[in-house]
């Protein structure tokens, strides 16, 4: 499985923007690029996926660089409920298994 | 919104006993995956199937654990017999394995585990 490399945390001011960073230089061609998050004391959610280029949901944003070795998960307005461990994985094509790394822990000040 | 049911929410449990957790898939999904979280080690992966049939284990102690999809509604782990390196969140989740247009992988509220 291609890995990605996370910063372990990250803080923000509540109500500006995050951008979370992933480094996946090993990424395939038909990889996919994952994000989860885990809010405490509950099981990971599904925030937003891509291939290749950028996406937008209700929740998030996904930029995907040109050359596909890494990508940015932006959180457009941060709010206290967004603090959780995001995790970036890569899995070949959807429905495929998740591996997880360490995830960043990201803390959301008031 | 759809849900991935886990059930128990929390089982104590003596070294040595059987343990069996249980998920219950979101209708309509054709792929569920079990994954076990500790501090230590993070969230592993155990387990997956696509349409009731074991896709990959090779995450499972085989010794102990044990994997199965009964029916397309219920999913088990099953631990026998169980030991205190055993403590852990365990995870069900469950997805729709199509070409396009996805919404990932849906979690349940786990199973906490401890084994004294």
């Known amino acids: 499985d291609a890995k990605t490399t996370q910063p372990n945390s990250m803080e923000s001011n509540e109500e500006e923007p995050v951008h979370l960073p992933c480094n996946h230089s090993?990424?395939?061609?038909?990889?996919?690029i994952h994000w989860y998050r885990q809010l405490p004391s509950q099981g990971p959610e599904y925030v937003i996926h891509g291939l290749t280029s950028n996406v937008n949901n209700r929740m998030a944003s996904l930029a995907i660089a040109e050359d596909r070795k890494s990508s940015t998960l932006i959180l457009h307005r941060a709010t206290l409920r967004d603090a959780a461990v995001y995790y970036c994985i890569l899995s070949w094509e959807y429905g495929n298994k998740l591996v997880f790394g360490a995830g960043t822990i990201l803390r959301v000040k008031s | 919104d759809a849900r991935v049911t886990q059930t128990p929410r929390h089982k104590v449990t003596e070294m040595g006993q059987e343990v069996t957790m249980r998920c219950q898939p979101i209708l309509g999904h054709n792929t569920v995956f079990w994954y076990r979280q500790t501090m230590m080690q993070g969230l592993e992966l155990l387990a997956y199937f696509r349409n009731r049939a074991p896709l990959d284990d090779s995450g499972m102690p085989k010794d102990r654990f044990s994997a199965e999809m009964p029916d397309a509604t219920l999913a088990t782990l099953k631990i026998q017999p169980s030991e205190p390196r055993d403590s852990a969140v365990y995870f069900c989740a469950s997805g729709l394995k199509r070409d396009r247009g996805n919404h990932g992988y849906t979690f349940g509220s786990g199973t906490r585990l401890t084994v004294v």
């Open positions: 090993t990424i395939s061609g038909t990889d996919y």
